[in-house]
């Protein structure tokens, strides 16, 4: 596996490791961590001389999907104390 791919790979691990996080407390560490490295690989595609539109295409869209996941989490606060709890 080259460089690229495992670069790729983490932030595809760490959104699924969000997405499919079961436990509802855990949920925002989780999408900081996955936004954190989605950032981070975007930004390593704009400085490389690469054209990746399609990897470029996969982080706006799970960006976006993390960004939904946060939003919908900000506004149910109450459920994830009681889940917590």
Known sequence: MNAASCEASSWKDLYHAAIYEPD??????????AEAALVLRARELFYTARDDA???????YAMYILHALSSS???????IDLKAG
């Open 24 to 33: 509802l407390s855990k949920l925002p560490e989780r999408i900081a961590a």
């Open 54 to 60: 399609e990897e470029g295409e996969s982080l706006d």
């Open 73 to 79: 989490l900000k506004r149910r606060p109450a459920l």
